[in-house]
């Protein structure tokens, strides 16, 4: 009967030491949500949300808009 014991706790053990590597692995894995916006923001939006946020001026903004058009 000692044994069983013994042994019970020690499987018990690794099976809490798997279960937490498994659940760890879940989370921290990098998964793509099925429906998020994935895309990467063009140069041109970056440039829309930095006029939008007061970061640039319109002129600077049709200046590296021109820019980029010529690229």
Do not use: C
């Not at 923001?41 to 980029?68: H, M, S, V, Y």
Request: aromatic residues 16%; positive net charge; proline residues 4%.
């Amino acid at each position: 009967m000692h044994f069983y014991n013994d042994h019970f706790w020690g499987m018990h053990f690794i099976w809490w030491i798997i279960w937490i590597i498994l659940l760890i692995w879940i989370f921290v894995t990098p998964w793509d949500i099925p429906g998020q916006k994935t895309k990467k923001d063009t140069p041109l939006e970056i440039l829309k949300r930095r006029l939008a946020q007061g970061e640039i001026t319109k002129e600077e903004f049709e200046e590296r808009k021109g820019i980029l058009n010529k690229s």
